[in-house]
């Protein structure tokens, strides 16, 4: 069959630099095959989902560079390509497997499976399901338990995994893998609303996408013999599973929000070039061959080769993303370079929602700069206005505290980061926290601008844009948390 790959993020979030980092090795390698290249939006997720956060993750991918073949906005054979649009394909498949008896109805409650977990919990045992109904299931047979989902009961539909034997699939990077199915979970696959769970979905899809290749995060390893049971149930072939080593920070631990920026929009706003960030992906547990480090994607497409990942966790190194980019910025020609800048900070459209803040500031063109400046740099030098960040009568370590809070709690104000929806969240939060909101307003101003005079606050939080905003706040409060804490006088 022609090579066929897919990557499926959830659009529950600001896009994430690691879904352009599957997104690179699945579409290198779909066109090193000359196979294709799918996008499928895995939408279940009813409370998280967004449009906003779908819109955000199709510009992104657009703006690095990877333009996908089939899926949202360009359509294609297999489609609809949203999982939402799809809830009838997934309850008939669902159907199929309660027929088989590989699946079955569980009637538990949430407050149920509350008290199990923490009798489990308390008898250090390992969470996951007892069976519980499915014992009831095969005592009560299938035609009484199809009755009372028809009268109404609330019920999950879970895979019955074989309680005997392994389950063994060969990973492309890892040769093959075998686990034990009694320590597999009977995972849910039809939650109560008629929903899919990721497991049911990203089989079903696969197939019916005749998906050939499942080049993911090595973090789904554990979850794969659920899928390769569930492809056994349907009486299909699975794909060849390939299972990309995790972006690592510096201490190796998983790539994550509070240590490095990890949305693709924070590195597009810091001016980082969009065939910078595909390079340096590329560099990310893969070699080119040699010593060589930079190089075009054309250039990667043609040697790739998944012999040439390593497993070993790579580091994503912020200091090494800005050598890499300089070397890009350097062979750019003078007119290139302005252009780029235009680009970014220097575009009508931005300065025109610029002057606005800073016009009446300024007596002189010459002060234009100056007092623009925070709005077209990066980090703050926060060791200078450090003082500055604690209000009168708090603590440093208390004032980072609640700096620390307020990122999470601004993750909440997707696509609508504006003046009226800043200003609420931080109102609510203030109050939350038992804050002055001249005291936690004056902490964020210094932690934002790195000044205590600055045009409106909130005007100036939405211009600088949520990425550099967070960022700058976890710094400051990482910088404040860091801080030696007073000693108590000696007696």
């Not at 510009?59 to 560079?65: C, I, N, P, T």
């Not at 931005?350 to 002060?367: A, I, K, M, N």
Request: proline share 6%.
């Amino acid at each position: 069959m022609p090579v066929r790959v897919r990557i499926a993020p959830s659009p529950t979030g600001d896009p994430h630099v690691g879904t352009a980092y599957i997104a690179l090795f699945n579409y290198c390698f779909a066109k090193h095959e000359g196979g294709s290249f799918v996008l499928r939006i895995e939408d279940t997720d009813r409370t998280r989902s967004t449009p906003e956060s779908e819109q955000a993750i199709l510009r992104a991918l657009r703006w690095v560079g990877l333009v996908w073949d089939e899926g949202p906005d360009v359509g294609g054979p297999f489609g609809p390509y949203r999982q939402s649009e799809r809830g009838e394909i997934y309850r008939r498949h669902a159907d199929v497997l309660l027929e088989r008896g590989r699946a079955y109805r569980c009637f538990c409650t949430a407050e149920r499976l509350g008290e199990l977990r923490e009798d489990q919990k308390l008898a250090k045992l390992p969470p996951g399901y007892d069976g519980r109904c499915r014992k009831l299931a095969a005592e009560e047979g299938a035609a009484r338990a199809a009755a009372r989902a028809a009268a109404g009961e609330v019920h999950v539909v879970r895979l019955a995994m074989p309680r005997e034997g392994t389950t063994v699939f060969t990973d492309r990077l890892r040769g093959p893998l075998e686990f034990e199915n009694a320590k597999i979970d009977d995972q849910v696959l039809l939650k109560s609303d008629g929903f899919p769970t990721y497991h049911l979905a990203n089989v079903v899809d696969d197939h019916l996408m005749e998906i050939t290749h499942v080049i993911r995060a090595e973090e789904w390893i554990s979850s794969t013999p659920k899928h390769v049971v569930l492809y056994d149930a349907f009486g299909w072939q699975a794909p060849e599973f390939v299972h990309m080593p995790l972006l690592r920070n510096a201490d190796r631990s998983k790539i994550s929000k509070r240590k490095n920026p990890v949305s693709l929009d924070y590195y597009e706003g810091a001016g980082i070039l969009s065939e910078t960030l595909l390079n340096f992906l590329g560099l990310m547990g893969w070699s080119f061959g040699g010593d060589r480090e930079k190089f075009t994607l054309p250039e990667m497409i043609e040697a790739f080769d998944f012999a040439r990942v390593s497993l070993g966790g790579p580091v994503f190194d912020l200091e090494k993303l800005s050598w890499l980019n300089g070397l890009y910025l350097r062979e750019l020609s003078d007119d290139a370079f302005l252009a780029r800048l235009r680009a970014w900070r220097l575009s009508d459209e931005h300065l025109r929602r610029l002057v606005p803040l800073l016009r009446d500031r300024v007596r002189r063109l010459d002060e234009f700069i100056p007092s623009a400046e925070f709005f077209l740099s990066g980090d703050l030098d926060l060791a200078r206005c450090g003082v500055d960040l604690v209000p009168k009568g708090r603590a440093a370590k208390e004032t980072g505290t609640v700096l620390a809070a307020i990122v999470d709690e601004y993750e909440t104000i997707r696509g609508n980061w504006t003046v009226a929806a800043l200003e609420a969240c931080s109102r609510a939060f203030a109050e939350q926290q038992a804050w002055k909101t001249k005291e936690l307003f004056m902490a964020l101003r210094v932690a934002a601008t790195g000044r205590t005079m600055s045009p409106p606050l909130f005007e100036s939080m939405e211009l600088l844009g949520k990425e550099q905003v967070r960022r700058r706040l976890r710094l400051a409060a990482d910088f404040l948390l860091a801080q030696p804490q007073p000693q108590p006088p000696k007696a």
